[in-house]
């Protein structure tokens, strides 16, 4: 924790002295809360980011397994259209970010220094969210037209596992929101 004004670590003795001089001064708390707020705030940052990041390995992972068993006979396998592939692709790559970004969590160990670490994360979480919303945009009319014909199980899986990048999408995005935060707190100086 630092503080806004020094950038200097916030000790235990700097928080008592804030709130004696505030209580002698009758000014009332708002030096100590918004102190309070801000580790509040922090708290909520870095407990949010991973569990966004693995909602995102979820659905990224639901939507690969999803595609991959979408084999119905012919002309309904997966593979047979490149939109569904296009999806199955990125799921993948999805699937590896977000895992290797909880992994980097889960071992509390440090693969790059802080700075580039938060400049990965942002950027990471920004270009596999577009992937995933394109993927996701690109096969839905596909599977439209596909509806429009005949309503069957592969129309299903396909619209379930084009649901779960979507979804997988919205967790990202707000990783990358968090991640963001991060970056716009830290001091590179």
């Not at 000014?27 to 991973?50: H, M, Y």
């Not at 619209?159 to 707000?174: G, Q, V």
Request: with cysteine; net charge neutral.
């Amino acid at each position: 924790m630092t503080n806004p004004d020094k950038q200097n670590p916030v000790e235990a003795s700097d928080v008592e002295a804030a709130t004696k001089t505030e209580t002698t001064q009758g000014s009332g708390t708002s030096s100590f809360s918004a102190i309070t707020q801000r580790w509040k705030r922090e708290d909520l940052v870095k407990k949010a980011c991973p569990i966004t990041r693995g909602l995102c390995l979820l659905f990224s992972l639901l939507a690969f397994i999803i595609m991959v068993s979408n084999k119905h006979g012919y002309g309904r396998n997966f593979d047979d259209y490149e939109e569904y592939k296009y999806v199955l692709a990125i799921a993948i790559i999805s699937t590896v970010y977000t895992a290797w970004q909880t992994f980097v969590y889960l071992s509390k160990r440090e693969f790059f220094d802080r700075r580039t670490s938060m400049l990965v994360d942002f950027s990471g979480d920004q270009i596999v969210a577009y992937l995933l919303i394109s993927a996701a945009s690109s096969a839905i009319p596909l599977t439209n037209r596909f509806r429009e014909g005949q309503d069957n199980i592969f129309t299903d899986s396909a619209a379930s596992a084009i649901s779960m990048a979507f979804f997988a999408f919205i967790s990202l995005a707000l990783s990358a929101l968090f991640s963001g935060y991060k970056i716009s707190t830290h001091s590179f100086i």
